[in-house]
């Protein structure tokens, strides 16, 4: 069951594609589900793959379950095409690579970030506006903070005695 809404925003993007592709192409972007069905099929059959694999991610809204349904849904999606006498030309292979995976690995990149900026409770009204940090903010990436240590030598750190030490 908690696979529903991750197909359902999956599939709503890939119909998504097939609207603006028929739109930019000057066709009737009514007839969406023409373009859409392979990679619709495609698409349900690269949930399924995702769920199925040994060493499968174990969420549909992790970033590997979607490079998985991305892969499989543009493969898939354009060998039905071929097998249905559609054509694939190497624009579209290319076009639709890329769009399909901004969007279907696009949205669980963005639910990630959220995820995390949740998980450390950061609010709308903590984020800075300025580039430069606070004189009181810590540096949070533990290779500046190393890069920082071995360039100034002068660097020091308080022993427990009180005393300084070089690091």
């Known amino acids: 069951m908690r696979y529903v809404p991750?197909?359902?925003l999956d599939a709503v993007f890939v119909?998504?594609?097939a609207v603006i592709g028929r739109a930019s192409h000057q066709e009737d972007p009514g007839g969406f589900l023409?373009?859409?069905w392979p990679f619709l099929v495609a698409l349900l059959l690269g949930h399924l793959v995702a769920a199925l694999l040994p060493a499968r991610p174990r969420r549909p809204w992790s970033l590997l379950w979607g490079v998985v349904v991305w892969v499989v849904t543009v493969v898939?999606?354009?060998l039905l095409r071929l097998v249905s006498g559609d054509t694939a030309q190497i624009a579209f292979v290319?076009?639709?690579t890329i769009t399909l995976g901004v969007l279907l690995v696009g949205?669980?990149?963005v639910?990630?970030?959220l995820r995390r900026r949740a998980a450390r409770g950061v609010d709308a009204d903590d984020v800075r506006t300025s580039a430069e940090p606070a004189e009181d903010d810590p540096i949070v990436d533990p290779m500046i903070a190393d890069a920082d240590a071995?360039?100034?030598p002068e660097a020091t750190h308080p022993d427990s005695d009180g005393t300084d030490r070089r690091p």
């Open 76 to 78: 898939g999606g354009i």
């Open 34 to 36: 023409v373009t859409a």
């Open 150 to 152: 071995h360039e100034r």
């Open 94 to 96: 290319i076009v639709a």
């Open 107 to 109: 949205w669980r990149a």
């Open 15 to 17: 119909l998504v594609f």
């Open 111 to 113: 639910a990630a970030f």
């Open 6 to 8: 991750a197909v359902i």
